[in-house]
């Protein structure tokens, strides 16, 4: 992206939430303040409502609002958490010597809930992506909860309600959200394209929306990165972008699969990009050189265009492109590389 994300610039209010039986539920969470857990499946908007929220009910919500990733939480060392800007001032240098991680991650969260908000009644901690968090945790979670109650709000998002115990679940108002229609991701897109300034037709939105596939936030990303490629968001400009995109991600999965060793895998998204999708051995080569100079550099992007010129020459030479790309895979794998 050449620009700041779309999806940050646009971010909704609670009246532009495209589900309006969720703008409704997260309404009455407006009119009796209480814990809440979001939830629905990846890319329905479950992040942005719950800012939103919070910048309806905060007079400074980025003072008021605790965000923690869960998934990236968690998944921290002892010294990441002690270094990090948003604990660092819970954690000082005895309770980072003596503590375990366990220790520390229980006395961040503490922390996070016990400090006084900067304006208003109360704060809102938010935990996202709360599906990776341990049992033990969510123990640790369900004290705090108790004891600081009164000042603040704890908003646990998930996509996975099931995963969080039963007595967390018990102390939250659930606020279910599901995937946008491809029609109520139109009703998104219009107003962003406009306020940028960028020619579309209606085929076009339509076409971004149904990509999507109900990911609200690959549909303003598939936008935004049409109209910065192409100028506008037809239909035609739209299909030629994000099928670039989508084959990119896919040829960039095949690489990882490949060096990895899995070439079952790697071979799987070969088919479907030779077979299913009708890519000549050719287009498919081109497009790996073209994933691979964002990934390699140096020695290794050598290596690679070298086994292109190779694997290029087989191509116009022989009439089974499944088997020299497949060739191409093996030689990117652990073993292949071991051999340079």
């Known amino acids: 992206m050449d620009g700041p994300l779309w999806t940050e610039e646009h971010a909704p209010a609670l009246s532009e939430l495209p589900q309006p039986e969720v703008r409704d539920r997260f309404e009455r969470a407006i009119q009796e303040p209480m814990n809440l857990v979001v939830h629905g499946p990846k890319g329905s908007g479950k992040t942005a409502a719950v800012r939103a929220l919070t910048r309806e009910t905060h007079e400074k919500p980025d003072a008021d609002r ?20 948003r604990f660092a001032r819970f954690i000082d240098a005895k309770r980072r010597r003596n503590s ?3 220790d520390l991650i229980n006395h961040v969260l503490k922390e996070s809930a016990s ?12 935990l996202d992506n709360a599906e990776g968090m341990r049992e033990d945790f969510q123990q640790a979670l369900r004290r705090v909860m108790e004891q600081y109650y009164e000042a603040t709000q704890f908003v646990i998002v998930t996509r996975q309600p099931s995963s969080l115990i039963p007595a967390i679940r018990s102390r939250c108002f659930p606020i279910p959200v599901r995937s946008p229609r491809p029609e109520e991701i139109v009703g998104v897109l219009e107003p962003i394209v406009e306020a940028e300034g960028v020619d579309y037709d209606a085929e076009g939105l339509e076409y971004v929306a ?15 990165t049409t109209a910065e490629q192409a100028g506008e968001i037809t239909m035609n400009t739209a299909y030629e972008t994000l099928s670039a995109v989508g084959v990119d991600e896919r040829v960039g999965e095949m690489l990882t699969d490949a060096e990895a060793g899995a070439f079952t895998d790697a071979r799987s998204t070969l088919d479907e990009l030779l077979v299913d999708e009708g890519y000549s051995g050719t287009e ?19 290596r690679l265009h070298r086994l292109a010129g190779e694997i290029d020459m087989d191509l116009k030479e022989g009439t089974n492109d499944r088997l020299h790309l497949s060739h191409l895979l093996a030689e990117m794998g652990p073993q292949g590389a071991g051999r340079e």
Do not use: C, H, W
Request: aromatic residues 8%; proline residues 3%; charged residues 25%.
């Open 66 to 85: 605790v965000e923690i990733n869960v998934a990236d939480f968690f998944g921290m060392s002892k010294k990441e958490l002690a270094d990090d800007p």
């Open 100 to 102: 375990s991680k366990a």
């Open 115 to 126: 400090y006084s908000p900067v304006s208003g009644d109360y704060k809102t901690v938010v």
């Open 210 to 224: 149904g990509a999507a596939d109900g990911d609200i936030r690959a549909a303003i990303l598939g936008a935004q």
């Open 284 to 302: 498919v080569l081109d497009d790996v050189l073209t994933v691979a100079r964002s990934r390699y550099t140096g020695d290794a992007l050598a």
